[in-house]
Nanobody, 116 residues
Framework: VQLQASGGGLVQAGLSLRLSCVAS????????MGWYRQYPGKQRELVAA???????NYSDFLKGRFTISRDTAKNAVYLQMNDLRPEDTAVYYC???????????WGQGTQVTVSS
């Protein structure tokens, strides 16, 4: 599985961005897709991901600003980010967890920079 993320960029605080991630190769309905982010020198942290039965799960710090969605026909997952803040500045990574093999797949990362 290869993941291609896009949609990052430089935006002013308060504005929105939509990240996209398309997977090539076989994606199973049981695969869990999501987004993580990473600050320089820090570990990656969960932003949002789908739990089994396609239930979205969000990190508490988001406070309703981000929305994750998935298009299974396109093997894609999206992250709509609204009301962006400077502290959202990070590299965002698309992620797939394959439950059958417990395998992790990562995209190449897309930079999001929010100016104040």
């Amino acid at each position: 599985v290869q993941l291609q993320a896009s949609g990052g960029g430089l935006v002013q605080a308060g504005l929105s961005l939509r990240l996209s991630c398309v997977a090539s190769g076989r994606i199973y309905s049981s695969d869990l897709m999501g987004w993580y982010r990473q600050y320089p020198g820090k570990q990656r942290e969960l932003v949002a991901a789908f739990l089994p039965d396609n239930i979205p799960n969000y990190s508490d710090f988001l406070k309703g600003r981000f929305t994750i969605s998935r298009d299974t026909a396109k093997n894609a997952v999206y992250l709509q980010m609204n009301d962006l803040r400077p502290e959202d500045t990070a590299v965002y990574y698309c992620h797939v967890f394959r439950r059958e093999t417990r395998g992790h797949y990562w995209g190449q990362g897309t930079q999001v920079t929010v100016s104040s």
